[in-house]
């Protein structure tokens, strides 16, 4: 006979779920990591070349978002196996870091100070989000997961859209937390479903497919 009692539920708490894409960074990091690897490693310029070629095909519907993250991943083929650690390191530091708002940082202190989850949820890939979100020093990281090995690709699903809701509530915290005290931060028209599901969605530096969406609905739009 087990004479254990079993283990208290977890408290609930409030959260704070943050994009990362254009909401605590300038910009798109997907793009800024093929940059780099172009700079770092001018043979991943052939990538640049075939995302050109297969961008008119994206824009009639023929080839889907995954699809084309997919084909950018490629670049990272040209990172040597034992370079990969600083090449990420390197682009964090170098690429990512000069381009957080402030007005995202002073968010995610303020939410600190409550005592809320901070968590990124992002279709950006792990590769570099994990760093970031170290560095940020949020509790939880919900992204894009990406392999390398033996040809660089995503591994699931790309967390984009309902897929980032269907992330999250898969996550082992999700039944601890307030969802109706929680807050969401988003910019564009893709993280609806992300805001939805908080109790107080914030649209951030919004898209005009955003803008006009939270305008209808009543949500505070921050211009940070």
Known sequence: MD???????PTPRIAALFDYDGTIIRGDSTLLLLRFAVERYPRALETLMKLAGALPRFLAGRKSRDEIKILALGALRHVPPERRAAF???????????RLLPGAIERLAWHREQGHLLIIVS???????????????????????????????????????????????DEPFASAIRWNDSWGYGDSLADRPLLELCGHPVAVRPSRELRRFARQQGWPILPW
């Open 88 to 98: 990420f390191h390197e682009f964090h530091q170098l690429l990512l870091r000069p």
């Open 3 to 9: 004479d254990r009692s079993p283990s208290p539920p």
């Open 123 to 169: 279709a950006s890939v792990d590769l570099y989000l994990r760093e970031v979100a170290r560095n940020l020093g949020v509790d939880h990281l919900v992204c894009s997961r990406a392999v390398l090995d033996p040809e660089p690709g995503l591994l699931g699903a790309n967390c984009r859209g309902e897929e980032k809701v269907r992330r999250v509530r």
